[in-house]
């Protein structure tokens, strides 16, 4: 990395900082009630290494074999993984095993998976359970419907602790179409929670609605591009 590589990647990091700041006080959340996701999927191990030097904890992958590369080679020494991406049923074993965080589960069967092979001696996975929002534009997420009916379900698989909802909106033109889907969620984790199943974490906002998530109560922001520039997917 170069030394103008270095400082971008800086400068862009405490803007992100800045406008999550600045959106807790437009929005009048508790200062520091957000956090920030740092997505470094196509990014190396080099430019993780120099955010966590700078305080950054939190990173998110969606490419399983690209992140367990960097997990080996960043080791966890003060980060914290979160899974991000499509998930596929045989390769259930190394996300149970290697990361933190799932934000990107919508089937009972991948749940019963990672719970089982969540080895012992790990604290439960953190899990959100994704869900479309955005009808049929995407097919990505439980329904609405699905998540009422299986919630149960999820919440009673013994190694995973269910976190709260996530979702990956469709792009959306103006501030009120962007801001549909993420009431929506924050609607749906309202009903949903509980005194026992508290769903504390709403993870929602990237780089282009991260003022909006937090308007409507993102506790997780995931952001990419507005830290690392745009993605490079021949690296
Ligand atoms: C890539 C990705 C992001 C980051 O998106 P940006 O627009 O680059 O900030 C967030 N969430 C998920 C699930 C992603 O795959």
């Not at 405490?14 to 437009?26: D, F, G, N, P, S």
């Not at 026992?196 to 922001?221: H, K, N, R």
């Amino acid at each position: 990395m170069t030394d103008q590589t270095r400082n971008r990647l800086q400068q862009r990091y405490q803007l992100v900082l800045k406008r999550i700041h600045q959106a807790e006080t437009t929005a009048e959340r508790t200062p520091d009630s957000v956090r920030l996701l740092a997505v470094s999927k196509t990014r190396s191990a080099e430019e993780i290494a120099l955010l966590a030097g700078l305080g950054q904890t939190r990173f998110g992958e969606s490419y399983l074999q690209e992140a367990l590369v960097k997990i080996d080679q960043l080791g966890d020494k003060g980060v914290e993984w979160h899974f991000i991406g499509r998930i596929q049923s045989n390769k259930t074993r190394p996300i149970a095993e290697k990361f933190a965080w799932v934000h990107s589960v919508a089937s009972l069967k991948h749940a019963t998976r990672l719970s089982q092979q969540r080895p012992p001696g790990l604290p439960p996975l953190n899990i959100c359970l994704q869900v479309n929002t955005s009808g049929e534009s995407s097919k990505d997420g439980l329904s609405e419907v699905a998540l009422r009916e299986q919630f149960k379900a999820y919440t009673a698989l013994p190694n995973l602790s269910i976190r709260g909802l996530m979702t990956i909106p469709a792009p959306a033109a103006g501030n009120a179409a962007q801001h549909a889907p993420l009431m929506r969620l924050r609607l749906l984790r309202d009903e949903l929670k509980s005194a026992q199943i508290p769903l504390d974490t709403l993870s929602m906002g990237m780089s282009d609605d991260l003022e909006a998530a937090i308007e409507e109560g993102a506790t997780i922001v995931r952001i990419g591009t507005a830290i690392f520039g745009p993605r490079q997917y021949n690296q």
